[in-house]
């Protein structure tokens, strides 16, 4: 708790100290920054006169890809001309990455002034980290008059905080293991938590046909009597084995029912995942213009090519170096890795050398075994409370025949690996987000 002396925070930095302090925050600390249940956001929502009400939006859950998809889907809608707002979580480095309009991320000013006008509510009603942040955006996002706002589900979906809107849209994605402990220990019951956005009468759109728990989401749906689109029965993505020499981006092969579809495009984030999401995105689309949005082609090219410009996107495959080639990926538990794993085994090298972190409550054993042993591994922790020590890490990862030795901190994992590897070799780092956010390099002017 902070001391009876506290200074009400009045910049920046002391208001993010005062919220990090007063409110529990998920991804700094865990299972005790998780409150299961909508109480508290609505009771926020009806202090501020309901700004979830005000504005038209689309919600995006799953496991794997929901950031991405929502950032593409924004990125379409700019580019189509509507002013968009994006709620994504966590954020890299800076908190207002979490809130964006038009790609512009919320002005530290804003955050400092709404935190001092609602401080006696927080007193009141002690919402977690994430309620307050759902509330504030809901709350700029009225503001600021947008014509849609995408909203990415912090944790689950039933009961996580961002599920008090009525979206036009309900978008889900891939479903894998991760947070367990919170949402079920079967695909089954994690499915069951993410269908619990979706809303009576609101079309849904889900990325891919998994076997295992299209039944879940099929009966939400007609429980709820809202059309249910499986996307990838529509739409197949493929990208192509060499970039174009012109734009440096790989082409990807887009198809409808079988038939081409927007021959030639470009997608600006090449992480070969990223076909699995795309179809959840162009069903999405769909759904959007049947209810009147004008969403030309031109647009889906434009937002689809440029989405990391246009929203400040980070960290997706992002290359932040070449000769050696090093990657960041913020993949952050099995079925991410495996994705990622795979494309790193397809890059020409000839030795890889892994900087990788995690958290203490993710299946570490399950992540590292998914690992390549012939690479040369660099364990490190970013600096969180959840953090697995780099020590413990490097540990566990010895036990399963992973060579490498545990270093202090992100920065000097990633300078030690820069210097070890040939010009020849690959560098990647991961393993989780937040050592990806303490990647200097990631934030180099572009």
Not at 129 to 158: N, P, S
Not at 204 to 221: D, T
Not at 334 to 358: F, K, S
Request: overall charge neutral; glycine content about 8%.
């Amino acid at each position: 708790m902070l001391s009876p002396h506290f200074r009400y925070p009045v910049t920046y930095q002391e208001t993010l100290t005062y919220l990090y302090v007063q409110l529990p925050m998920f991804q700094r600390v865990g299972a005790a920054g998780f409150k299961k249940g909508l109480g508290n956001t609505l009771a926020l929502a009806e202090a501020l006169g309901h700004p979830e009400r005000k504005f038209r939006s689309v919600h995006v859950a799953g496991t794997n890809g929901k950031g991405s998809s929502s950032h593409l889907l924004a990125a379409v809608l700019q580019a189509a001309g509507y002013k968009v707002g994006l709620y994504t979580s966590p954020h890299l480095r800076e908190f207002t990455e979490r809130i964006k309009v038009n790609g512009q991320e919320l002005a530290p000013a804003y955050l400092v002034e709404w935190v001092a006008r609602w401080q006696p509510l927080f007193k009141e009603i002690k919402p977690s980290f994430f309620e307050m942040c759902v509330a504030l955006a809901f709350d700029y996002f009225a503001q600021q008059r947008v014509d849609i706002a995408i909203v990415e589900v912090g944790l689950g979906g039933r009961f996580d905080s961002t599920n008090i809107i009525t979206p036009l849209v309900s978008l889900i994605t891939n479903i894998s293991f991760d947070h367990q402990a919170l949402l079920g220990n079967t695909l089954r019951e994690i499915a069951g938590e993410k269908a619990g956005i979706i809303k009576p009468g609101v079309p849904a759109v889900v990325s891919q046909s998994q076997p295992e728990v299209a039944e879940v989401f099929r009966s939400e749906a007609a429980v709820k009597l809202a059309h249910l689109v499986f996307a990838d029965q529509i739409y197949q993505a493929t990208f192509a084995a060499e970039p174009s020499p012109e734009t440096g981006l790989r082409p990807i092969a887009v198809s409808q029912h079988g038939r081409p579809y927007l021959p030639n495009a470009e997608l600006g984030l090449p992480g070969d995942y990223q076909q699995h999401n795309l179809p959840g995105v162009l069903a999405t689309l769909d759904e959007l213009r049947a209810l009147g949005f004008r969403i030309t082609e031109a647009a889906v090219r434009t937002g689809l090519r440029q989405v990391t410009t246009l929203t400040g996107l980070r960290g997706r495959w992002s290359i932040i170096g070449q000769q050696p080639l090093v990657v960041c990926d913020t993949g952050h538990n099995a079925a991410g890795l495996q994705a990622v794993m795979a494309q790193l085994q397809r890059v020409p090298h000839e030795r890889l050398h892994l900087v990788i972190g995690t958290v203490n409550d993710k299946d570490v054993a399950a992540m590292l075994a998914l690992l390549p042993k012939e690479a040369t591994y660099y364990f490190c922790a970013a600096t969180i409370p959840r953090a697995l020590p780099a020590a413990e890490l490097a540990e566990q990862g010895a036990g399963l025949g992973l060579q490498g030795q545990a270093y202090g901190s992100v920065a000097v994992a990633v300078a030690a690996a820069r210097k070890a590897a040939g010009s020849r070799d690959v560098v990647f780092i991961g393993g989780s987000t937040f050592v990806v956010a303490e990647v200097d390099e990631l934030y180099a002017p572009t």
